[in-house]
Nanobody
């Protein structure tokens, strides 16, 4: 069974940094891309950043360009979301997904940034 597992400490302060790693566990052929999304209370889930595995090309939501960086270490995983200069508006549940032959989502991890 293939699973996407998010980890990382989810508590931070405004202006600080957090890193969210994500790994894909189980047997699979290859990863086409992995991404991070977030959902704040009362809002729809939105893209944060995505990275392709063939070219390691990242794409970011306009709201996070600059402070956030997505990167990967190997052909399998993990993928890390580095969040710098955090703001309270970054409070949300962050979800990682992987594009295999299908898309699979992680359970999500709460990120709380205090002012």
């Amino acid at each position: 069974q293939v699973q996407v597992v998010e980890s990382g400490r989810g508590l931070g302060q405004a202006g600080g940094s957090l890193q969210l790693p994500c790994v894909v566990c189980g047997r699979f052929d290859s990863i086409n891309a992995m991404g991070w999304y977030r959902q704040a209370p009362g809002k729809q889930r939105e893209l944060v950043a995505v990275i392709t595995f063939r070219s390691s090309h990242p794409n970011y939501a306009d709201a996070v360009k600059g402070p956030f960086t997505i990167s990967r270490d190997s052909a399998k995983s993990p993928v890390c979301l580095q969040m710098n200069s955090q703001k309270p508006k970054d409070n949300a549940v962050y979800y990682c997904n992987a594009h295999l032959r299908y898309i699979i989502w992680g359970q999500g991890t709460q990120v709380t940034v205090s002012s």
